[in-house]
């Protein structure tokens, strides 16, 4: 938690990452539009398309996010979104303050595995990261942007990738564009009070 208590660095920017899963599915009979008095109506039979990975960042204290669509959530897959993340998103950045869950992949041998010894080396000093605790994952911020897509924007059915991506996108587009920001009320104190299972010692508090 110490992290988030970090006064704004333009330098270091704070970034939450995450991903989630999307099931695919494809309508087998076109849906009704609305009528005057009759509601949208949709089949129930549908056909089922795969499924997708989402890679999503939010930078809570900028108002800025993010998310890219791909088939898997591989090694390497992971390594290109940091690629994307430190040179294309933020290339002005010194380093990268990033908050992300303790999943296998979000390791340097990630980034070993995608890139040449010196690419990866380059990327991986760009990049501080905070792992959240097992079974702490709801105090990555990112938790609550993805809460938010699927209740605004996931709650139907998609039918592949390109539309996919073309949802999500504009759905980030119109949230950057309103700068919405996270209000996270979860404090310093409020950790060390709820997480002494955690973090007996005050300084061993993220």
Request: glycine share 2%; hydrophobic share 40%.
């Amino acid at each position: 938690m110490r992290v988030y208590a970090r006064p704004p660095d333009p330098a270091r920017p704070l970034v939450c990452f995450d991903e989630a899963g999307k099931e695919l599915r494809a309508d087998v009979r076109a849906p009704r539009p609305p009528a005057p008095g009759h509601p949208a109506r949709e089949d129930a039979e549908y056909d089922r398309e795969g499924s997708a990975n989402l890679f999503l960042w939010v930078a809570p204290h900028l108002g800025r996010r993010q998310i890219t669509v791909t088939t898997q959530r591989t090694a390497v897959d992971w390594a290109y979104a940091m690629r994307d993340l430190v040179d294309g998103a933020f290339p002005e950045a010194e380093q990268i303050i990033l908050v992300l869950d303790n999943l296998n992949t979000h390791d340097p041998a990630s980034l070993y595995k995608a890139f040449p010894p010196a690419e990866a080396a380059r990327l991986w000093s760009r990049l501080e990261l905070h792992y959240t605790p097992t079974h702490g994952s709801w105090l990555n911020m990112a938790e609550l942007e993805l809460s938010a897509l699927t209740r605004q924007c996931l709650d139907r059915r998609i039918p592949d990738q390109p539309t996919l991506q073309q949802e999500v996108t504009a759905w980030a587009a119109a949230r950057n564009r309103d700068a919405v920001r996270i209000d996270w009320r979860f404090t310093v104190e409020n950790a060390r009070s709820t997480l002494t299972h955690r973090y007996p010692v005050p300084d061993d508090a993220t």
